[in-house]
């Protein structure tokens, strides 16, 4: 009966239908595209710097000291290379030092890297804007940020002089030769970001084969909590260190305001779709309150012969959720369609393509399909309608036979 008196008004019901299918469909689509795009700003974050997860001695995130190493970077290598969902890893060090040209100083951050290994961890290479990359074997050579280039007015070729201090507290100065020059688009960085090769850095800041962070990439982001357990449980029964075992962190750790701007560029969307869902409310609303008004007479005479309210009320939400379960079906569909054309064809944002690669970050974003995407937005479509519904059939309980009946 319930489905009969869907198709009593043929236009209205389909027009209701229509606007659910229409907000099922784009919220399908746009909650895609925000995780595709959140995807492909995270997998440009950790390809310039921090990796999906290191592993540091206990307290070095917060503490940055030089002495917290990972004294056996190679005894952790191994507990890597048994973890298939690893695909690539490196060994940095780091250091904070003074940084001198001829007429200029600033503090800047040193860090020692594999050439070889860092390649299949970072864009770092592909960041090179003049000069060229580090290479295997390199001795006092140096990638420098772009911004530190040009406020110590540095180009390829000219020397920097670097004074710090090494792990064991005794001085470590050298002068280094600018070898390539990159920019990331991250101000911070490429303003206090050098390079030099990691057999160099371990010999000038004796740290005798020990390494501040082991970077690791895995074959998607969903695998990193997986490689996160299982490595935390190796390191644990590694514990080496007097400090306790080594930590491992994951992006999120590593960089946390990424998550907090991912998460509120989250929330802020969701208000939006939650507006776009209220107007389609609204329109379920508006249909029902003319259906009741339509069919007072009708819901007279039934409570005559005795019909229920109760049972008016579940036929009115029977109603109300056929007319919504159509729409988000085909929502659905229509929405999962478009996000897979997309996700296969990609959206090309054009002129700022461009701009786009230059700081890791593809010019072309392609929606990714998944579960949470595709449920979300037709589950609140529902809840809320249903809400929205409930208020109108509610009004039959009110009904009195004699008065329904004398309805005009």
């Known amino acids: 009966m319930a489905w009969r008196n869907v198709w009593r008004n043929r236009r209205r019901s389909l027009l209701t239908m229509a606007a659910i299918a229409f907000a099922c469909a784009l919220l399908v689509f746009m909650l895609s595209f925000q995780f595709g795009s959140y995807e492909a700003m995270i997998n440009a974050a950790v390809k310039v710097h921090t990796g999906y997860f290191q592993i540091q001695a206990p307290g070095y995130q917060d503490k940055r ?51 070889v290994r860092e390649f299949n961890v970072s864009s770092l290479k592909t960041l090179v804007r003049d000069g060229v990359f580090l290479s295997p074997g390199d001795g006092p050579e140096a990638l420098v940020g772009a911004l530190l280039a040009k406020n110590l007015r540095v180009g390829i070729g000219d020397p920097i002089t670097l004074l710090g201090q090494g792990r064991d507290g005794s001085i470590a100065a050298t002068v280094v030769t600018v070898k390539g020059i990159f920019a990331s688009g991250q101000d911070d960085f490429d303003r206090n970001a050098l390079y030099i090769p990691l057999g160099y850095f371990q010999e000038l800041y004796a740290m005798r084969g020990a390494v501040h962070e082991i970077v690791g990439m895995t074959s998607s982001i969903w695998a990193v909590p997986a490689v996160e357990r299982r490595l935390k449980q190796e390191l644990e029964r590694l514990d080496r260190d007097k400090n306790g075992p080594l930590a491992i962190l994951d992006w999120k750790a590593l960089m946390p305001g990424l998550a907090q701007g991912i998460y509120l560029d989250l929330v802020s969307g969701l208000i939006f779709y939650l507006l776009l869902i209220v107007v389609v409310a609204f329109s379920i609303m508006n249909t029902f309150l003319m259906a009741i008004f339509e069919r007072t007479r009708e819901f007279g005479v039934l409570m005559a012969i005795g019909t229920t309210t109760g049972r008016l009320t579940r036929l009115l939400l029977t109603e109300s959720m056929m007319m919504t379960f159509v729409g988000m079906g085909a929502g659905m569909l229509l929405g999962s369609l478009v996000t897979l054309y997309y996700q296969i064809v990609g959206i090309d944002f054009g002129g700022a393509s461009e701009i786009l690669k230059q700081y890791g970050i593809p010019g072309r974003m392609y929606p990714i399909l998944t579960v949470p995407s595709l449920v979300i937005g037709p589950f609140l479509v529902c809840f809320i309608t249903f809400w929205a519904a409930l208020w109108p059939a509610l009004r039959v309980r009110r009904l009195t036979p004699v008065k329904a009946m004398h309805y005009a």
């Not at 191994?78 to 780091?94: H, K, Q, S």
Request: aromatic share 8%; no cysteine.
């Open 65 to 115: 000291e030089i002495r917290l190493v990972v004294a056996d970077p190679e005894a952790v290598a191994r507990l890597i290379d048994a973890v298939p969902e690893v695909t690539a890893y490196t060994f940095r060090a780091n250091a904070f030092s003074l940084a001198a040209s001829n007429d200029r100083t600033y503090g800047i951050s040193v860090t020692g890297i594999d050439p």
